[in-house]
């Protein structure tokens, strides 16, 4: 008998050890020396409130649990060290689990709009009914990995992002602005809108090469009708019978020869400004 509660012990002593939440999250410390995590019910980040969760943490969801966030949540992963939140069933990183994980284990995540920012980057989030459901738009995501969640992947402002699954995915990020994290992600990142603003020199590019097509077109146009004009000048130079036009074909020649070479001389400055445009 003495054998047998000594064998017990050292069984309990070795097995894994859990932190168990549930409700308010706000003075937890999520590091990933207190692997695994399990949600039992509902966790909540209160409004006014800042939660980070570190590299290599492990959240284990149970059914019908989630994350709802009114305050800020982080999420900081690195590319080695992902944060995975995932269901209690996953066997890959629950080995006690008696059922194989599944999509709609657990409920997702779930952005209030009184929300103060919401960053995540390099993680993963699966098994779950809604993947990320957020009501207010600062949100940025960057290499999150979606997998088997049940009804959709990601939701912003009650709009379905496409996300397809074990694809990285990354939302209102600058790629090479992302170095380092503070407690206010919006001071590190800039949403994708000013990324895609373009640069003076694309500005001057564009603008040069419409110029430079617009004013070679009209050239060839005008040219076309300088040779007409040309022609009846001519005409009526040698043929006594149309003397009396002799003058307005002059006239309508010269117009049109002024007119060529300049359009000529603005489609070929607007060609050379596109040229230089690509040394800026």
Known sequence: ??????????????????????????????????????????????????????????????????????????????????????????????????????????????????????????????????????????????????????????TIADKILPVLDSVPFTHNIIEAKIDSLGTNPANVNTPLQEQNKPSSAVKIRFLSLGLGITGLAACAIAAYQTRTAHQHWVETSVEPEKWDQYDSAEKRYTRNLTLTVVSGAVGLIGMAGFGISFTF
């Open 1 to 154: 008998m003495r054998n047998i509660a000594l064998l017990t012990v050292l069984l309990l002593s070795s097995a894994s050890p859990q932190t168990l939440l549930r409700g308010d999250i706000s003075d937890i410390q999520f590091t990933a020396e207190k692997n695994p995590y399990v949600i039992e019910e509902d966790i909540i980040i209160p409004e006014g409130k800042t939660i980070e969760i570190k590299a290599g943490c492990v959240l284990l969801f149970k059914p019908f649990t989630g994350i709802t966030a009114e305050g800020a949540l982080i999420i900081d992963g690195t590319p080695k060290q992902m944060v995975i939140l995932t269901s209690f069933n996953d066997s890959v990183y629950n080995k006690s689990s008696g059922q194989a994980a599944a999509p709609f284990d657990w409920n997702g995540l779930l952005i209030s709009e009184k929300c103060d920012s919401v960053y995540f980057r390099n993680f993963t989030l699966s098994y779950s009914v809604f993947g990320i459901n957020s009501k207010s738009p600062d949100v940025r995501i960057k290499n999150g990995i979606f997998y088997q969640n049940g009804q959709y992947h990601f």
